[in-house]
């Protein structure tokens, strides 16, 4: 009897021990993989020039940057959840013009006009308690194929259109295609969704990290705010809870020679635009700011918008519709997201050189301007299970094109003809040409 008492104190004590030397943390087995070994580093854009972030191993050091000449340690970026993504991020913001290195690799200088972008969107592996792409096959989910084949561009800036993560349940074991598979917001599922996968291409260029509405606050948003967010984080008093709505972010790229601005690029965060659980209040803020924002931009220079849910889409048959229809918009929370739309809309009438650029659906299309709306193209399909064609009526309107597999666009500018598009497939093979970013045709063979 006493034996047995004995026993089960014994088992409480190292449990409770356990759980105080690690907080539970010893159930979980992280997988660091490469971090180990090698930092994961990256640049992005901001409208103050760019951050360096990198990802090293939980107890590691952040990396020394080398910035004109000058070496200073980067700064943690510590999570808002730490038991969720353990290794340690580092960060150090620079400004446009800056000699920035980490070792032997040297980074595009920031605000510098790029010449070749590579846009891609919707990338993740959808794993959901009612739909699960085969993850472990490169075929059903070529997100790393696209990545390498779109490095072989050489690009001097990567955009991003958002939806980076979709693992969003458990895989049953008797699944083979996706068996193993982590999921949930945490550092497991972003590496095998994200990091690994993206590695060819996130070594080429900066990037743009448009935020999708798979990382909404009820979903990852807290994974895209800690390794995406465009400010770098004050460490007295680091983001406490996913913020539902960043700030709209004006990028501006100058020439090199003249040092004028050359291109705009305007990013909005519409993650949670959908949301039923968003204030009208959190949506005039959203407005304000894209308001201010345009008041800068004028028609003599090229303009991106970039936003996760297009405008305008070639139409569907039946059941969704574009974000700026009503009907899609939550119906007590729509004014000032239809105001946002139809400000968009109507930069098209002031902007004869603006083209939008958009993920969601998960496909390529192209929508040229008409009766002043602007240039809608959508490249969603990065990787993420493909949209059926049949879901839209792709016959309506001559000018629209569509290309219902998996793929990738590379934009390149030539001073004498300005930017046009190239559409390429997983393997790399063209499939669409589209001049100065409107009309998209097949290439002449
Ligand atoms: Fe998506």
Redesign the pocket.
């Known amino acids: 009897m006493w034996n047995r008492k004995l026993r089960y104190a014994a088992a409480i004590v190292v449990v409770f021990g356990l759980f105080l030397i690690d907080g539970w943390g010893f159930i979980a087995k992280w997988n660091l993989g490469d971090v180990e070994d090698r930092p994961i580093v990256w640049q992005q854009l901001t409208p103050g020039g760019g951050i360096v972030r990198a990802i090293v191993a939980q107890d590691a050091e952040c990396p020394i940057i080398r910035v004109n000449g000058k070496d200073y340690p980067m700064r943690r970026r510590p999570p808002a959840a730490r038991r969720a993504f353990p290794p340690r991020l580092c960060e150090f913001p620079v400004t446009p013009g800056q000699d920035v290195r980490i070792d032997d690799r040297q980074f595009t200088r920031a605000g510098r006009l790029p010449k070749k972008i590579v846009v891609l969107?919707?990338t993740g592996c959808r794993v959901t308690y009612y739909e699960r792409q085969d993850c472990n096959d490169a075929a059903e989910w070529p997100f790393a194929k696209i990545a390498k084949e779109a490095a072989k561009h050489d690009p001097d800036l990567v955009i991003h259109l958002?939806?980076y993560h979709?693992r969003e349940a458990a895989c049953p074991d008797s699944i083979g295609g996706c068996k193993g598979s982590p999921w949930g917001d945490n550092w497991e599922t972003w590496k095998a969704d994200f990091f690994d996968p993206a590695a060819p291409l996130l070594a080429t260029a900066p990037w743009i990290l448009v935020r999708?509405?798979?990382e909404d606050c009820e979903r990852a948003g807290a994974g895209w705010l800690h390794f995406f967010a465009p400010w770098v984080q004050d460490q007295e008093r680091p983001d406490p809870n996913c913020r539902t709505l960043t700030p709209t972010q004006l990028i501006e790229l100058r020439t090199g020679t003249k040092n004028e601005v050359a291109l705009r690029i305007l990013q909005l965060d519409t993650a949670d635009a959908e949301s039923k659980y968003i204030d009208e209040e959190t949506y005039q803020d959203w407005t304000t700011q894209l308001d201010e924002k345009l008041e800068k931009v004028d028609s003599e220079v090229v303009s991106f918008v970039l936003l996760h849910q297009p405008l305008r889409s070639v139409p569907f048959r039946k059941g969704t519709t574009p974000i700026c229809e009503k009907g899609r918009v939550p119906v007590n929370k729509g004014e000032s997201l239809i105001k946002t739309c139809d400000a968009i809309l109507g930069l098209g009438k002031k902007l004869n050189r603006l083209t939008v650029f958009s993920?969601?659906t998960?496909a390529f299309q192209s929508i040229p301007s008409s009766s002043g709306t602007p240039n809608q193209l959508i490249v969603?399909n990065g990787g993420?299970k493909l949209d059926p064609e049949t879901k839209f009526d792709v016959k309506e309107d001559a000018r629209n094109r569509t290309y219902f597999d998996f793929g990738f666009m590379v934009l390149e500018r030539s001073e004498e003809d300005g930017w046009k598009g190239q559409v390429y497939s997983a393997g790399g093979d063209l499939q669409l040409v589209c001049e100065d970013l409107s009309e998209c045709k097949k290439p002449e063979s």
């Open positions: 969107g919707d958002g939806d979709y999708g509405n798979h993920g969601d998960h969603g993420t």
